[in-house]
C-alpha cells in the first residue's frame, strides 16, 4: 500500500494532522491502535475552545469524522517497524501490512506509567489495579479505592471517583499537589468526607491472593483497598523513533524543532511523544503541533523528486498549494 503521508497514532495530535494533511490534497492514512489515545479515555473536557463541556471520547469522534470527510483513511493496527529506503519509507504493521510512504507523522502519545513493583502486572489484568479512573472508575460503586499521583490526571481521576466509590485514599508522593487550580478547587470539597488525603506516602508493596487486597506504605500502613488507580503521568512512545535514527532530546522526548521536523528529513513529530511545550501537555498544543507537521510533511514532498505525481492528483493549482502553505 502506498500513501503520501502515514501518520502513526489516532490521537488529538494524529488525527489534527490528518485534518490538515488531507486538506493539502494529500493521501493520507492514519494507523492507531486505540483510537483517541489519553483524550478518549477522558472524562469531561471543559478547556477546549469551542466547547464549555465535551465528554473527551466525543470530541475525538468529531475530529475523527471531519478527517475522515476531507479524505484521510484511517485504519486500527499497530505499527512495529519503520525504515527507510532510498526516498521513501516503508512501515510495517502488527497485521502483517506494508506501507510506503513519502513522509511519516510520529503521534505515537506515551504510555501510562508503572509503579514497578512486584505483582503489578499480575494484579493489573482486571484484578484491581488500573491506570485509566476514567475507563475503570465505575467499576468501584461503594467501594474504597486508592488514587496515586498529585498531577492533573490524579485530580482529574479523584473528580471522577467520587461519583462511584465510597471511600478514596489520595495517596501523594511529596507534600504538594501540582494540578491545574481549576480541577483542584473541584475535589477539595471532598476532602474528610469521601477523600483522605495521605501525603509523604508511597505504595511499598501489592498484597492479595488472587486479586489485589491491599496495599503496604512507606509509612508503615496497610491500606485494605478494593482498587488502585495509578494515576503519575506517561512516558513517551519512542521506540519506533529510535529504530529509524530519529534523536531523542535530554528527557527521553522525540527532540522536534519549531516546525515539528526531527533529525531524519521526512520524519516529523506531534503530541505527548515530544516534549516542545514541557509539561503542558494538553489537546489543544497537540492540535497545534499536528497541524503544523502535516504543513512541513507537505513541503518536504513539494520537494521530493515525484512531486508532480502528488500534484496531479491534487485539485488545487499549485500557485493555490503554494499559496495556503505561505499562509501559515
Not at 199 to 211: A, F, I, P
Not at 233 to 257: C, F, S
Amino acid at each position: 500500500m502506498k500513501t503520501d503521508v502515514l501518520i502513526i497514532g489516532s490521537g488529538m495530535a494524529g488525527l489534527s494532522a490528518a485534518v490538515y494533511a488531507a486538506r493539502y490534497n494529500l493521501k493520507t492514512l492514519v494507523i492507531g491502535h486505540e483510537f483517541g489515545g489519553a483524550t478518549s479515555t477522558a472524562w469531561t473536557i471543559e478547556n477546549y475552545p469551542g466547547y464549555v463541556a465535551i465528554d473527551g471520547y466525543d470530541l475525538m469522534m468529531k475530529v475523527k469524522e471531519q478527517a475522515e470527510k476531507i479524505g484521510a483513511e484511517l485504519q486500527t493496527d499497530k505499527v512495529v517497524a519503520i525504515e527507510k529506503r532510498n526516498d521513501h519509507f516503508v512501515a510495517k504493521t502488527e497485521e502483517g501490512k506494508e506501507v510506503e510512504a513519502k513522509a511519516i507523522i510520529l503521534s505515537c502519545g506515551a504510555a501510562r506509567k508503572k509503579l514497578g513493583l512486584p505483582r503489578e502486572d499480575e494484579f493489573s489484568q482486571g484484578k484491581g489495579i488500573h491506570y485509566c479512573t476514567t475507563c475503570d472508575g465505575p467499576l468501584y460503586k461503594e467501594k474504597v479505592v486508592a488514587v496515586v499521583g498529585s498531577g492533573d490526571s490524579a485530580v482529574k481521576g479523584l473528580n471522577l471517583a467520587v461519583q462511584y466509590a465510597q471511600k478514596i485514599h489520595w495517596l501523594i508522593r511529596g507534600d504538594q499537589i501540582k494540578a491545574e487550580p481549576f480541577n483542584y478547587e473541584k475535589v477539595k470539597k471532598y476532602f474528610g468526607d469521601k477523600i483522605e488525603v495521605h501525603y509523604n506516602t508511597q505504595v511499598t508493596e501489592l498484597v492479595g491472593e488472587r486479586r489485589l487486597e491491599s496495599v503496604k506504605l512507606n509509612t508503615g500502613t496497610d491500606l485494605k483497598l478494593d482498587g488502585l488507580f495509578v494515576e503519575i503521568g506517561a512516558q513517551p512512545e519512542v521506540e519506533l523513533a529510535t529504530h529509524v535514527g530519529v534523536a531523542l532530546d535530554e528527557y527521553g522526548y522525540v527532540k522536534v524543532n519549531n516546525m515539528m521536523e526531527t533529525s531524519v528529513p521526512g520524519i516529523y513529530a506531534a503530541g505527548d511523544v515530544t516534549n516542545f511545550f514541557g509539561h503542558f501537555k494538553q489537546d489543544i498544543t497537540a492540535a497545534a503541533m499536528g497541524s503544523v507537521a502535516a504543513t512541513s510533511a507537505f513541503k518536504h514532498i513539494q520537494h521530493a523528486p515525484n512531486i508532480e505525481e502528488a500534484k496531479a492528483s491534487s485539485s488545487e493549482t499549485p500557485e493555490t498549494v503554494k499559496a495556503s502553505v505561505e499562509s501559515f
